[in-house]
């Protein structure tokens, strides 16, 4: 039974005014101004005790018990047929020569008021490599410049964010290259000056070199498909470095999702979670929150261990199958 929101009595208060006035021989208006509430409430509570017992007590309903003028089932249905073939509801209603509120009215309750309910939901893509080196997740992220004081996020001041000048002098942007391994979610970052081909490169040369130090092997990367992931400089370093590239599908961002949710947690943690008054403090502090990232933060996935103790364990497993 669900109460009703301004009701001014339970269930309980009402059989206490109810047999305050047939028990104890309480008028309607005394028992009304003990409960707080109207003679013609207490009158409504004491007949339904008499006739339903404390069963009439309880709240009802408040839709009524028929609806004539509702759209019959089989309108309904046609409806729905129509507009599972992507018809939207002016065409519905022009079609079927019903008034357009009516239409919009049974798509609402029949949960086709969207056509992105039409949808089947796509099923889940989660996968998770079993070695550490064996895929690694590349992206970029763009934030904007920190000149003269605190950014927007924190101002409020959107004026002189991106490539507006500040000072006389541009603000624009600085680049996030990130690289994190599948298996133990261990990063590598750097803030860079652009997202070119070349710059790319020389990252996914610096990142493999970075796991390398770790005993980890970069087998495969997974890119989008940014300009500077599909030109010949990128494909030579890979080559170069002997890594398969893959990259995901087209407005599929989800397939690169560990890149995603990393650079998630990196912004709230690093980039949006301290005041920086230059961009330059802003840097420095990377490698103090990347190195808790990686050593000290619980990841969920990860059965709340940190990365490097995951690779630990990953590193272990693997010795042990090698020579058993």
Known sequence: MKLHGNARTCPHGR?????????????LAAAAEAAGVSVRTISKWL????????????????????????????????????RRLRMTAAEIAETLAMPLSTVSAVLTRIGLGRLSRLEPPEPPNRYERKRPGELVHIDVKKLGRISGGAGHRITGDRRHQGSSTHGGRSVGWEYVHVCVDDATRLAYVEVLDDEKAVTAAAFLRRAVAHFHAYGVTVERVMTDNGACYRGAVHALACKTLRLKHLRTQPYRPRTNGKAERFIRTMLGGWAYGAIYGESQERRAALAGWLDFYNRRRPHGSLSHQPPLQRLEALTRNNLARYYS
């Open 47 to 82: 007949r339904r005790y008499r006739e339903e017992g404390e069963d009439g007590l309880l709240d009802r309903c408040s839709r009524p018990g028929r609806v004539p003028r509702r759209t019959p089932e089989d309108r309904v249905e046609l409806i729905a047929a129509l």
């Open 15 to 27: 059989l206490v005014a109810a047999q305050r006035v047939l028990e104890e021989g309480w008028t």
